[in-house]
């Protein structure tokens, strides 16, 4: 089982940028998906989340201006990114609780993404 994160880049503040992670492999199903972020010298922290029904949390600073979102056929989340400002910027990990029929439900992570917000 594998997550291949894409879509970060360079953009300039009051951009927006839009994510996508793509999990593959043996999989019977895909629980809760996520984005983390870890800024500069910063440890990582939750972003967003999405249960398999679509329902979704945020953490307080990107609420609004975020948007996560999924696709279970091609499981595959989105984190759409509106209004970036520059302390967006950091390495952008998806995360997905997956079952698989080697290893159960574990929680795997992807490669990261970087995003830069600067003028």
């Known amino acids: 089982v594998q997550l291949q994160a894409s879509g970060g880049g360079l953009v300039q503040p009051g951009g927006s940028l839009r994510l996508s992670c793509v999990a593959s492999?043996?999989?019977?199903?895909?629980?809760?998906m996520a984005w983390y972020r870890q800024p500069p010298g910063k440890q990582r922290e939750l972003v967003a989340i999405?249960?398999?029904?679509?329902?979704?949390n945020y953490a307080g600073s990107v609420k609004g201006r975020f948007t996560i979102s999924r696709d279970n056929a091609k499981k595959t989340v989105y984190l759409q990114m509106n209004s970036l400002k520059p302390e967006d910027t950091a390495v952008y990990y998806c995360?997905?609780?997956?079952?698989?029929?080697?290893?159960?439900?574990?929680?795997?992570w992807g490669q990261g993404t970087q995003v830069t917000v600067s003028s």
């Open positions: 995360n997905g609780q997956i079952v698989s029929p080697v290893a159960g439900t574990r929680g795997y």
């Open positions: 492999g043996s999989i019977y199903g895909i629980n809760t």
């Open positions: 999405i249960t398999s029904s679509g329902s979704a």
